[in-house]
Nanobody, 118 residues
Framework: QVQLVESGGGLVQAGGSLRLSCAASGTFFTFSNMGLGWYRQAPGKQRELVALIFSDSSTNYADAVKGRFTISRDNAKKTVYLQMNSLKPDDTGVYSC??????????WGQGTQVTVSS
């Protein structure tokens, strides 16, 4: 079993920056083999993909955050990060960390609130 715990959310003014962290813990898993991602859910909207990082450190981003957000991983610390710059009010939502070892073994964090004021 793998646990994912996010941190780093908060309230920031438009144009500001935040860095989210997601630390993984558990037994009998290899963090470096995990595909990892950040998703977000705004009030009244469906959860949407923000960014993915694969075991080879290749990345994918939603069009809405390209050029502003950067996902990265530190396998030694078993942590994935989301650096968010030039934040907009539309970036407001609950940001959740996702990790997958296989089709049958995927995990979610509890989420962290990000609020961007105009």
């Amino acid at each position: 079993q793998v646990q994912l715990v996010e941190s780093g959310g908060g309230l920031v003014q438009a144009g500001g920056s935040l860095r989210l962290s997601c630390a993984a813990s558990g037994t009998f898993f290899t963090f470096s083999n995990m595909g990892l991602g950040w998703y977000r859910q705004a009030p009244g909207k469906q959860r949407e993909l923000v960014a993915l990082i694969f075991s080879d450190s290749s990345t994918n981003y939603a069009d809405a955050v390209k050029g502003r957000f950067t996902i990265s991983r530190d396998n030694a610390k078993k942590t994935v990060y989301l650096q968010m710059n030039s934040l907009k009010p539309d970036d407001t939502g609950v940001y959740s960390c996702y990790g997958r070892l296989s089709l049958d073994h995927s995990y979610w964090g509890q989420g962290t609130q990000v609020t961007v004021s105009s």
